[in-house]
Structures are given as structure tokens and as C-alpha cells.
């Protein structure tokens, strides 16, 4: 793996762990305002699945007729599987970048990545992927970070440059033996210590899946933080926090 690629895998390993599984896949069904029988029968993919699953949980317990997964760490599709071994039937887990699916194009119903292409150095070519497996009539789901407001900014800002000063080895030391900012949701790790992290309007995330060829583009408060009105405050990160997106590929 390329070097960014490499160290990003690395700080997930430390992160995900910590995912509350049961509340996530709640928090991204009331979300999309969707029950789990929405996914049943469809064959899905799966862009960036990581340590916990959660996403490959949540499709393969709903009914999915085929659910596929790509991650750059190797260790996690031998992992989730064998947690999932019960659909082991219809899972198809392999490591590899989500800038290179290894799949045919129109092969799938259902294409997720969530919280994983604003980490890529290429985000929309990661995007153009997506839409490229997607079948004609399918959808594709996205979480992309959005532009945090001014406050917000200025925090991110602290936090980035104190990355750039604190080995990572002394802060990861603190988070184990402290718990503070251990939770994936407002992780002090991935906030100073992401390689990459774009953060995105909704203007450009439309042109962009405009360009690729989508329609029906619709974009969804996260109930995450919508519980969290402190985070999502005018005074905080505001109200565009996350971008959460569902597009479609025309017949």
C-alpha cells in the first residue's frame, strides 16, 4: 500500500473498535427514514466496510441477496467474516482501495461508503467508481465530511496542527489510558491524525455525481447529529457537519 494508505488503515485499527454498532446502524436507518426490509433481495457493495462491519452487518442481517466489501486493511475481511460467518453464504470481503473496485461495471443495486472517500486522495474518482458498479436504476449512499462552521473550523485547525507537533504515539497513549475523545464519533485521533481529510459543500458533491451521470440527488440530516445540537450548532460545527447523500443511476 501507498504510504497515506497505509497510515490511514493504521489509525483505524485504533479507532474503530470503539464503534457502537447497534446505535450507528439505528442512527443511519432513521437517517435515510428507511426500515432494514429496504435493502432485502438487492446485491450490495460495500466501499470501505472497516474494523467493526457494521454497514456488511446491518445489509447481511436485512435480507441482502449479496453483500461485497472493500477496505485497504487486510486483517478486517477475514475478521468481519468470521464474525458474520452465519451469511458467509453471500459475503464476498476482500482488502483493496475503493480508487480501484475490482468489479464489472452495472454490477450492483446498492453502493455504500460512508465516512471513507474524504479520507482517499481522490475522492471523486472514488465517487466515479461507485457510480460505475452501480446499476442502471441503483443507488449509491455517501457520508463525506462537510465545511465545518467558523468555530468549528478553528477547532479542526487546533486539532490539525497539534497532529503535526504530538506524536501520534503519545496521543494514542492518552486516549487508551484516558477514554477522553476515544468514541469514533468525536475521535481526537481521526480529528488530528487523518492523512488526508477533505471536507466538502453540498454544491460540490451534487456537480460532481451531476457530472457522473446521477440523478434524483437528495441530501439527509444525520440523526447522529441531530441528537447532538450542541456539535451541530451555529456556534460549534453547524448544521453541515456530515454530508449524507443518496443518489441514483438512471435506466
Known amino acids: 500500500m501507498k504510504t497515506v494508505e497505509s497510515k490511514t ?39 470501505g466496510f472497516g474494523g467493526t462491519g ?3 452487518e446491518l ?24 464474525r458474520l460467518e452465519r451469511y458467509k453464504n453471500i459475503l464476498d470481503l476482500r482488502q483493496g482501495t475503493v480508487l480501484d473496485l475490482p468489479f464489472s461495471d452495472d454490477t450492483f443495486d446498492y453502493v ?6 474524504h479520507h482517499t486522495t481522490d475522492w471523486k474518482k472514488g465517487v466515479q467508481e461507485m457510480t460505475r458498479v452501480v446499476k442502471p436504476g441503483g443507488t449509491i449512499y455517501l457520508m463525506l465530511y ?34 477522553i475523545y476515544r468514541d469514533h464519533e468525536i ?20 456537480e460532481h455525481l451531476e457530472k457522473c451521470g446521477m440523478t434524483n440527488i437528495r441530501f ?14 451555529p456556534f460549534m460545527f453547524g448544521s453541515n457537519i456530515q454530508n449524507v447523500v443518496w443518489a441514483d443511476k438512471p435506466l
Open 9 to 47: 488503515a493504521r489509525l483505524y485499527e485504533d479507532i474503530h473498535p470503539f464503534i457502537r454498532i447497534d446505535q450507528t446502524i439505528s442512527d443511519y436507518l432513521e437517517t435515510l427514514r428507511i426500515e432494514p426490509a429496504y435493502f432485502q433481495d438487492k446485491s450490495i457493495l460495500d466501499c
Open 54 to 56: 457494521w454497514s456488511v
Open 59 to 82: 445489509f447481511a442481517r436485512s435480507g441482502a441477496r449479496k453483500v461485497a466489501g472493500i477496505d485497504l486493511n487486510p486483517g478486517w475481511a477475514e475478521r468481519i467474516g468470521k
Open 112 to 117: 455504500h461508503s460512508h465516512g471513507v472517500m
Open 146 to 179: 462537510g465545511k465545518f462552521a467558523p468555530v468549528g473550523r478553528l477547532i479542526h485547525f487546533i486539532y490539525r496542527t497539534a497532529g503535526k507537533i504530538i506524536p501520534y504515539s503519545w496521543s494514542s497513549a492518552f486516549v487508551k489510558a484516558t477514554g
Open 187 to 206: 475521535s481526537l485521533l481521526d480529528a488530528m491524525y487523518a492523512p488526508i481529510e477533505k471536507h466538502l459543500s453540498p454544491k460540490e458533491i451534487r
Open 220 to 233: 439527509f440530516e444525520s440523526a447522529k447529529w441531530k441528537n447532538r445540537r450542541f456539535y451541530s450548532s
